[in-house]
């Protein structure tokens, strides 16, 4: 039986989709803001840092690239569990991050380790953290690559999508309630769109114009859906029309226009204009993890384009064609990177393999309830009567 | 000292702590000038101004992350979700970011709140407004549990909850919101959290209760005693922490013990408490521990008399624990 027999004649046909949905409308309407050109040249009017604090960035980036590297490589020998890395999204990254004044808070989502180093996390207490070794700051109880960092203001992670969104928006407004000027900036992927956190976080932050960053991370993959599985929209950007608040979309892997994109958005929400969607158009390089194998579920070919846009060898060229970077400079700065990692490393492995097991108990509460209390000893006298209760089968001891 | 029921107590903590301490904030659906659905926030908007008794969108996901930054941030957040049943879509807040925010960051951060959200059934709610789900938060490590029964607790228990450096579910028994009368000191006073409160000394059975059930207990505990039988009956008023040193005393003297809860029995926070008594007072023990408590089913709306343990119940339960 055909619907319009049940509930009534037929009403007239309706032509509001036809009408209003013009494929490419919004990505007209959201332009890709881009400051350095692929062969690094740039516009000089939008030449929006001075040479050596592009320079100062450039080796975060370098920095950060080559961290991922070494700790995939780590992975696969077996000596840290997991790793989420963030190759080719590091303009993404620190250019957004370096934006924010240092009284901002960054509410991350898992790939923003870059920010937490350039924000003071020392590179030391990073690796730890992917250790969970007793120099951990989580104290080895979080996987590798969630950690937190409050002298630096980088906030805790959370592995649920999209759950920092919303905090990060109460975190602004409690700052705005307090009359302080801290713009907080979040981070998550497109995939995160998707999630309820994401809709509350704007629309609260829009309906109270509370001074938040919200930043995509656009790397056209969660885990193994595309982007077009994930969303109908033309751009993400375009959402922050329904929200009430501004939108832009910029080059992801431009460090340049990420860096001038969030800076006018920071001064917005500084001056009471409220929030803005920052969509930022990367790629996601490797896989999600390094517990999953990219090609099962993307074909090789898709990548490619993408390593032509790499953001360090854009703002490589950019730099040396500005006289800011020759190639002599540029290695002797990889090797200094590599050797600062590899420093890291030796300084890591030098802690403790694990937490000492009293660390299992603190922190649930401000003071230990009577049960933490109560475990702990069951676990001491345990371990103290055979120490295989502490070993990952009984079969290593 | 003046008569107040639930309502007012509760309106009355929040006005104190208010204006004692100006980071708390109170924020939730309809908080603001309506002073909320049961009117537990009625006035604060007036004295405090609309960016400390803020109306939020509805969102009850919405309100505990933006509670979770707020507390981050240094402020006192007091979220009031409208029904407990609507707690769930805040669920992952609650129990993977709010509970576990100290912990995961390793002692970094932490998010002290107190969500306050009104439980139980008994008022014609059908079962999305009429849920306890207390026992979900207990088992969730890193959270406090606190149930008032009375005026004078919820008070005093809201104003340590609002105190104290953790996270806490302060759940209302909504069924005894204005039935529930009592004197309340002007003023402020704290009860502790973790401390039980004996409201019926006795010698042959312990029956402890919580929040509106606790009412049903003390009316079989009277009935029971026209009968002859001698209760001894247990205000737990905080789960998480709980008072074990005055159950096992309690349950060491009497030999017998019920549980009684309005939530379903499977997994009830009733099996735990059964569990501890097995641990601890099994010598002491005349009888196996005895739950009365709401079934296995959601919570209905036109048999809801049969659904909640009635004190007829618990008289029945009463009588066969100590002729056991």
Redesign the interface.
Same mark, same amino acid.
């Given at each position: 039986m055909r619907r319009e027999h049940v509930v009534g004649p037929p009403t007239r046909h309706h032509p509001r989709e036809a009408r209003d949905y013009e494929p490419g409308r919004f990505l007209k309407e959201f332009p890709l803001h881009t400051v350095i050109r692929e062969d690094g040249t740039a516009d000089p009017d939008e030449v929006v840092l001075p040479d050596a604090e592009a320079l100062r960035l450039y080796r975060w980036m370098v920095l950060n690239r080559a961290l991922d590297e070494r700790m995939i490589t780590l992975q696969r020998q077996g000596r840290i569990g997991f790793y989420i890395g963030s190759i080719g999204e590091e303009a993404t990254v620190l250019g957004t991050a370096a934006a924010m004044d240092e009284r901002d @808070?960054i509410?991350p989502c898992y790939r923003e380790h870059g920010a937490a180093l350039l924000r003071g996390m020392p590179l030391v207490t990073f690796v730890c953290d992917l250790f969970g070794n007793g120099g951990?700051?989580?104290?080895g /109880? !979080?996987m590798p690559c969630?950690e #937190?960092? /409050?002298p630096g203001r980088f906030?805790?992670i959370?592995s649920?999508i999209a759950?920092q *969104?919303? !905090? =990060?928006? &109460?975190? #602004? @407004? =409690? =700052?705005k309630?307090?009359g302080e000027e801290?713009v #907080?900036i979040t981070y998550f992927g497109e995939g995160a769109t998707s999630a309820?956190?994401f809709?509350? &976080?704007l629309?609260?932050a829009a *309906?109270r114009k509370i001074p938040v960053v919200f930043v995509c991370r656009n790397n056209g993959w969660a885990i193994s859906v595309p982007r077009e599985r994930q969303t109908a929209s033309e751009t993400i950007a375009q959402k922050a029309i329904a929200y009430g608040m501004r939108g832009e979309r910029v080059d992801g892997n431009d460090l340049l226009a990420v860096y001038a994109a969030t800076r006018r958005a920071r001064a917005r929400a500084a001056a009471g204009e409220g929030p803005t969607l920052l969509e930022c158009v990367t790629y996601r390089i490797e896989g999600h993890s390094t517990s999953d194998d990219p090609r099962a579920y993307r074909p090789a070919e898709l990548v490619e384009p993408w390593k032509r846009k790499d953001p360090i060898l854009r703002m490589r060229r950019y730099l040396s064609k500005r006289g800011a970077l020759d190639e002599a400079q540029d290695a002797a700065l990889r090797d200094e990177v590599r050797e600062q990692i590899q420093q890291a490393l030796k300084e890591a492995e030098a802690f403790p393999a694990k937490p000492p097991i009293e660390t299992l108990f #603190?922190? *649930?509460?401000?003071e230990p309830? @009577?049960q933490q209390r109560e475990q702990l000893a069951e676990i001491e006298a345990a371990v103290a009567a055979d120490p295989r209760a502490a070993n990952p089968r009984h079969s290593d001891a | 000292m003046p008569t107040m029921n639930i309502i007012q107590a509760v309106n009355d903590a929040l006005r104190i702590e208010m204006r004692k301490d100006p980071d708390v904030v109170v924020l939730g659906e309809d908080v603001g000038k309506f002073g909320g659905v049961f009117r537990a926030t009625q006035g604060l908007y007036d004295e405090f101004g609309a960016d400390r008794v803020i109306d939020t969108p509805l969102a009850e996901g919405g309100i505990i992350g933006t509670a979770v930054g707020m507390a981050l941030y240094g402020l006192k957040p007091v979220p009031e979700i409208q029904f407990a049943d609507f707690i769930f879509p805040a669920f992952d807040q609650i129990v993977n970011e709010v509970a576990k925010y100290r912990y995961r960051s390793g002692g970094q951060y932490a998010c002290p709140m107190v969500i306050r959200t009104p439980y139980g059934g008994g008022i014609k709610g059908g079962h999305y407004h009429s849920q306890s789900p207390e026992a979900m938060f207990i088992h969730t490590a890193g959270l406090k549990v606190v149930v008032p029964s009375n005026p004078y607790d919820a008070k005093g228990l809201l104003i340590s909850a609002i105190r104290d450096p953790d996270p806490v579910l302060f759940f209302e028994p909504k069924r005894v919101y204005r039935a529930a009368k009592g004197d309340v000191p002007e003023g402020e006073y704290a009860e502790p959290l973790g401390k039980a409160k004996i409201t019926r000394p006795g010698n042959q059975v312990t029956v402890m209760a919580w929040g509106s059930m606790w009412h049903e207990v003390d009316q079989a505990a009277r009935e029971a005693a026209a009968e002859g039988y001698d209760c001894e009956v247990i205000d737990l008023r905080s789960l998480q922490p709980l008072d074990l040193e005055t159950i096992v005393a309690s349950v060491s003297k009497t030999g017998r013990a019920i549980v009684v809860h309005e939530a379903p029995r499977t997994c009830g926070f009733g099996a735990e408490i059964a569990a501890l008594i097995q641990e601890r007072c099994f010598l002491h023990l005349e009888a196996p521990v005895a739950r009365v408590t709401g079934f296995d089913t959601p919570f209905p709306y036109t048999l809801e008399n049969e659904y909640l343990p009635r004190a007829p119940r618990i008289l029945k339960a009463i009588r066969e624990v100590v002729a056991y």
């Open positions: @808070w509410y951990d700051a989580m104290k /109880r !979080q969630h #937190a960092w /409050r906030t805790s959370s649920p759950t *969104v919303s !905090q =990060a928006m &109460g975190g #602004a @407004w =409690a =700052a309630l307090k801290m #907080a309820h956190d809709h509350t &976080g629309n609260f *309906v #603190a922190d *649930v509460y401000e309830l @009577w | -």
